[in-house]
């Protein structure tokens, strides 16, 4: 392992709160999962059912060999606070359109963006990390997580600085796209 994850991973390892990580559609998007096995720390994934039954039990029998916890997507953000509060990191996807998000640059346009996660990173004192799955050659998938995004003092209120580190999220998620279109869904 690179010595800046492992690093990363002992600061999860050792936070008195959890962090947010924040994925997007990208390679195997389930992969993701797996992190806090792979850095061995606590990690929780928030998840939603599929419609269809027969679907969603397919989904459901992979999904609950996943070494991790889950919160299910109407428990949040209690849950999710509790988790991060007991030093749990919490993981979620936040690529997808959000009408009723908070615009948010992203490849030069406003887009709507979920701002709940990074909102309830900055009440509790904590940080998002930017987390991405890259594809190589051989069924092979290389996990980056970037370095944590904290809020920015000069913000003024939790919702101010919730956008502005969703806009440094982003501007992460584009260097990924930007490297491997193709990975991203």
């Known amino acids: 392992k690179p010595r800046e994850f492992r690093l990363l991973e002992v600061m999860l390892?050792?936070?008195?709160?959890?962090?947010?990580?924040?994925?997007?559609h990208q390679g195997n998007w389930n992969l993701p999962g797996l992190c806090g096995a792979l850095g061995g720390f606590p990690f929780d994934v928030i998840y939603g059912e599929q419609?269809?039954?027969?679907?969603?039990?397919?989904?459901?029998?992979h999904r609950n060999r996943m070494p991790c916890g889950f919160i299910h997507v109407d428990d949040t953000p209690r849950a999710m606070i509790q988790a991060l509060k007991g030093g749990r990191s919490v993981g979620l996807f936040?690529?997808?359109?959000?009408?009723?998000?908070?615009?948010?640059?992203?490849?030069?346009?406003?887009?709507?963006?979920v701002t709940i996660p990074a909102r309830i990173a900055c009440r509790l004192g904590t940080g998002v990390i930017p987390t991405g799955i890259?594809?190589?050659?051989?069924?092979?998938?290389?996990?980056?997580?970037?370095?944590?995004?904290?809020?920015?003092?000069?913000?003024?209120?939790?919702?101010?600085?919730?956008?502005?580190?969703?806009?440094?999220?982003?501007?992460?998620?584009?260097?990924?796209?930007?490297?491997?279109?193709?990975?991203?869904?």
Not at 13 to 24: I, K, P, Q, T, W
Not at 148 to 155: C, Q
Request: charge should be negative; proline fraction near 8%; hydrophobic fraction near 45%.
């Open 51 to 61: 419609k269809h039954p027969d679907f969603e039990a397919m989904i459901a029998a």
């Open 134 to 185: 890259a594809r190589l050659p051989g069924a092979r998938f290389r996990l980056t997580m970037a370095e944590p995004i904290y809020a920015d003092p000069a913000a003024g209120d939790a919702h101010r600085a919730s956008i502005g580190m969703m806009a440094r999220v982003h501007r992460q998620f584009e260097a990924w796209i930007r490297a491997q279109p193709a990975d991203w869904c």
């Open 94 to 113: 936040v690529d997808q359109r959000v009408d009723a998000g908070d615009p948010v640059p992203f490849f030069g346009h406003d887009a709507p963006t």
């Open 13 to 24: 390892r050792n936070a008195e709160r959890g962090f947010v990580l924040l994925a997007m």
